[in-house]
C-alpha cells in the first residue's frame, strides 16, 4: 500500500482503494480501544547473473552471490517457459 488514490474531480479518496479501506478499519478499532499492529518480512535471494542470464538457463543454476565469491545452485523455482520476452539487464 504505497499511496492514497484520490478522485481526480472531487480529490476525495477513493472508498474501495487499498488505504481507504484499511484506513476505516484501523479507525474502527480505535472506536473499540483496540490498535492493529503489524510487521512485514522481505526474503529476496541475490544471484550473479544478469536477468538476462537467468531467464536464458530457464532460471535454474543460478550463481549465489555471496560476500565476494560465489557458488553454484540450482533454484527451486520452476522455470519459466511461458514467458515470450526476457527482461533487460539492470544497468
Do not use: K, N, W
Not at 14 to 31: G, Y
Not at 42 to 60: C, I, K, M, P
Not at 68 to 78: A, L, M, V
Amino acid at each position: 500500500m504505497l499511496c492514497d488514490v484520490v478522485d481526480e474531480s472531487t480529490h476525495e479518496l477513493v472508498p474501495m482503494a487499498p488505504r481507504s479501506v484499511l484506513r476505516r478499519q484501523v479507525d474502527r478499532l480505535a472506536e473499540h480501544g483496540l490498535v492493529a499492529r503489524a510487521a512485514s518480512e522481505l526474503e529476496f535471494y541475490l544471484y550473479d547473473d544478469t536477468y538476462r542470464e537467468a531467464h536464458d538457463s530457464g532460471y535454474t543454476d543460478l550463481v549465489i552471490a555471496v560476500a565476494g565469491t560465489s557458488t553454484t545452485t540450482t533454484s527451486s523455482r520452476p522455470a519459466a517457459s511461458s514467458r515470450t520476452s526476457a527482461p533487460p539487464d539492470a544497468p
